[in-house]
């Protein structure tokens, strides 16, 4: 069955609101296997709506419209609907009746304009809806169906769940599972990740990848089809693995699952605490470490020590090191891990400074320059980084790289650190 | 000129992403007075993005393609639109070079699927990417203008702005003046400044409002027309004066300007410092201050004490006011404040003290309370609020509250402290 969206409405085509209802009916089909092929929104006039319906009967078998079905003058699907598909627009008496009583019931006289909500296209199958004055309705055609429902996201998501994808599983002959996960890499650009994962044959596990950038992450999309749960669940965990093997560790999270999230479960599961030192990040690592619930478990304090004089006062760096090296070094950024580490008394200590610009570049030290360092009981590493980007990218970055450390330094992935730390080495 | 827009991508068409990108191109042309007819959004499959081409050239004169042209095999923009177009896809050796040269100046070797962004349907004009490896480009057909433009947000959003906008305002041939200014509220709900500004007759000066809640910010978005720029800025500057005096000061900057932004130059301005001590924020008070250019000139710390340990040891909060009057109360807000305002040698110190949830809550201090304090020189003032929402709204109104809190120290709209705050008084 291929499905088209329609969504109507000028704030739709004005840009003033973003099409959330094209995005849950798409999710809402495609979680039940159903593709939508094209989704054309359009403002509230006759001629651009019946031109949608046209062309969208050219392309689709299943068609279904959101929007227009309010009391106000510039609701105008329904007659636009019954002009496009050559019907006569009809009063229904029973559903004009069931208004008045539900204004009658709230003790209040329908207004005129509710009259209209009570005309429906000839042949209109009615869609009832107990949560507003808009009912939907369904009309048939050789080989076609036509939705048209309101754009109140909650009445369409309502009459989506309860009428229309029930329906479509009905009218459907295929019976297949679809599954899909979401494998989010940091690490390695897209291109990278297709390089690494061309000899990969998702066809073999009746699956497609797809890859999206999601800065600064870049997410991998296995979606696969098959006529059971068990075959669709095999074919995902085989292909999962070897995804995951051939992107060496990159995988930092899948589907709703977080960097943030996965350091705070590896930080609980070695019983082991955190406290940050951040400079040029500037309060970012310590945002995204507490947007996990539950996180004051593991995570003790971070130290946003963006003056020299916060750097030396509140962990202990020498002066002499910032004034002979600059606060922006690999000693620098060490001593910050030490110092936070020791003064909170945690397992590991994170330190980060760099220069996130536009401006504090020189030719030694361009914007973007980076150093993180990771301090535990066996010793501290460093390593800079010369990161692209804004102002905005290089922090959001920085952050990334540094939460990420902890990740790799529990999984052993952390070069030059490994296991067994021995002492300052660069990674 | 009528426009339609293109997005393409099967995130999109499966509902996995809400397609901001056709908001954003909609909103950025209507803002110039160009209004989008259509907007048509369908997966990466060669045939769809041609018969997409094929409709939007029938019923448009400008056709702005967005997404698709991606180093990945599932980018195929370019080649779709190639075919539809009926013209020969080509390599651009200078844009091959430039590509190359951008990764080497990273000190990477491109890899071979960049290598596809270098072609182009011929006769294409380039349109150059200073944010990414997707070059856009234009092709232009008797009456008619396609745009091609890659799908990341940032990279569109500046092309949008930089290159199609202006030369889509010299095509036009009509000539009226089109403005609009965005005036960013905090501290009202939209119903509330809807209910102020109903006395407010916008078509007195040819202008429409219209309003956009982004949370934790509602939006007023005035646009008006008129036949000379003298005419439109003298409307808009009397429309905007009566507006922001309706709004009673909870207007926190316009346009492309933020609350930080605002407050940064206020700290500025009154050659004043500021440091902070957050616990329920984690850090996101200073990841926004710090987002700010140039911060380091008056943003000196943040503590981000998640634990009791870190507010006694880092701040000087007495351990018997956290053990009589729990961590979350309007002492220790106060102390907290003081303590690093203390500490740091800062003009002012700003105290945030809450439960963010999901857990942590009581009867009596239940999830969503928060404690904001401010000191200076005169004094410190501290207030309790009851917020609204999960998790990251709580974080997220809490830091916005006390950020605004020096925004409204600066201009004697914090009650109870104004220009000579005497003590500890509650606001």
């Known amino acids: 069955l291929r499905v088209e969206l329609i969504t109507i409405g000028n704030e739709l085509t004005s ?3 973003v099409d959330t ?6 999710a809402a089909l495609s979680e039940v296997g159903l593709e939508v092929a094209f989704i054309t929104t359009t403002g509230d006039f006759p001629l651009s709506i019946q031109d949608a319906l046209h062309k969208a009967q050219e392309r689709a078998e299943v068609i279904i419209v959101s929007g227009g079905l309010g009391p106000t003058q510039d609701d105008i699907t329904a007659s636009s609907a019954a002009k496009a598909l050559g019907l006569h627009l009809v009063l229904r008496e029973e ?3 069931d ?21 429906f296209p000839q042949q209109a199958e009615i869609i009832p809806n107990p949560l ?32 229309v994808i029930p329906l479509l599983q009905k009218e459907r002959k295929e019976k297949f599972r679809v599954r899909s996960r979401t494998l989010k890499v940091f690490g390695f650009t897209e291109s990278a990740i ?10 073999y596990f009746s699956a497609s990848l797809a890859y999206l950038p999601r800065f600064p992450e870049n997410h991998v999309k296995i979606t696969l089809r098959g006529n059971s749960i068990e075959e669709v669940e095999g074919n995902l965990e085989r292909l999962e693995k070897i995804i995951r093997d051939r992107l060496q560790g990159r995988v930092i999270a899948a589907d709703e699952d977080t960097l943030e999230a996965m350091v705070g479960r590896l930080l609980r599961e070695h019983q082991a605490t955190l406290a940050v030192a951040e400079s040029c990040t500037g309060g970012l690592v310590a945002h995204r470490l507490t947007q996990v619930p539950g996180s004051s478990d593991y995570f003790e304090r971070s130290v946003v020590v963006y003056s020299n004089k916060a750097k030396i006062q509140m962990l202990g760096v020498p002066e002499s090191l910032i004034s002979s090296l600059g606060a922006v070094s690999a000693e620098v950024a060490e001593r910050m891990a030490e110092g936070v580490r020791q003064v909170s008394g945690t397992t590991l200590g994170l330190g980060i ?37 804004d102002r905005n990218q290089i922090q959001t970055l920085s952050a990334y790289l540094a939460i990420d450390w902890v990740r790799r330094y529990f999984l052993n992935l952390l070069s030059g650190f490994s296991s067994q730390p021995s002492a300052r080495t660069n990674p």
Not at 138 to 160: A, C, D, S, T, Y
Not at 357 to 364: A, D, F, I, L, N
Not at 374 to 387: E, F, P
Request: proline letters at 7%; glycine letters at 10%; charged letters at 20%.
């Open 99 to 119: 208004l008045k009583k539900r204004f009658a019931e709230r003790r209040m006289q329908m207004p005129a304009s509710n009259e209209k909500q009570a005309f």
């Open 353 to 389: 400074t760099g220069i996130a610009g536009p401006t504090g570049g020189s030719e030694e030290k361009p914007v973007g320059t980076v150093f993180i360092a990771l301090a535990c009981a066996n010793g501290t590493v460093s390593k800079r980084y010369q990161l692209p980007g």
């Open 21 to 26: 209802n094209a995005a849950f009916m798409a």
């Open 95 to 97: 559903i004009l009746q």
């Open 132 to 163: 507003g004055t808009a009912c939907g309705f369904l009309v048939r055609r050789p080989g076609k169906i036509f939705f048209f429902l309101p754009g109140v996201p909650r009445e369409l998501n309502f009459l989506m769940k309860e009428n």
């Open 194 to 203: 297709a390089d690494l994962l061309k000899e990969v044959s998702p066809e």
């Open 15 to 17: 840009g003033e609101v």
